[in-house]
């Protein structure tokens, strides 16, 4: 089940693209926006990565961290951010542990066939590690414009 609005931002250990290990708590004190997405570089993802960093310059200067997980390896992790000059936060969550816990892991079907897989959502996170707003299921056309209105309104 997805983490809802009031909800705290559970513990998790992600990695960065060099590998590095890290949790969401690093961020505490600051709002914070953590997307969801299936894969690195297919479509949909590419075009959700390239539009937060679009607006990357946008959420800093509101001072909010965009961080976007899946579970690829940090080093696809690598090559996708350096293929696309992406201006946000690639985390690799291998083991789902992160996924699990915000209840983005979900079975989805295609073409008939069930498979385990990421739900596209993105959370918008207060200081305190509450989440204050989330978007599930997303569709990536105008949704990186749509979290940084409701980051600005924090």
């Not at 961290?65 to 996708?80: E, H, Q, T, Y």
């Not at 997303?138 to 924090?154: R, S």
Request: with cysteine; charged share 25%.
């Amino acid at each position: 089940m997805m983490l809802e609005q009031g909800a705290t931002v559970p513990a998790g250990v992600l990695k960065d693209a060099e590998g590095a290990t890290f949790t969401l708590e690093r961020y505490r004190g600051k709002p914070l926006v953590v997307y969801f997405y299936p894969k690195a570089d297919t479509p949909g993802c590419t075009s959700e990565a390239k539009d937060f960093t679009s607006l990357a310059a946008d959420f800093a200067v509101i001072g909010v961290p965009v961080v976007g997980v899946s579970k690829d390896k940090p080093a696809k992790l690598k090559k996708f951010a350096e293929k696309y000059a992406l201006g946000v936060v690639l985390a690799s969550d291998e083991e789902g542990v992160a996924c699990e816990a915000f209840g983005t892991w979900v079975e989805k079907s295609l073409y008939g066939r069930k498979y385990m897989g990421i739900e596209r959502a993105t959370f918008l996170i207060g200081a305190d590690g509450t989440i204050l707003r989330v978007w599930p299921k997303v569709k990536v056309k105008g949704h990186a414009e749509e979290v940084l209105e409701a980051a600005k309104a924090l």
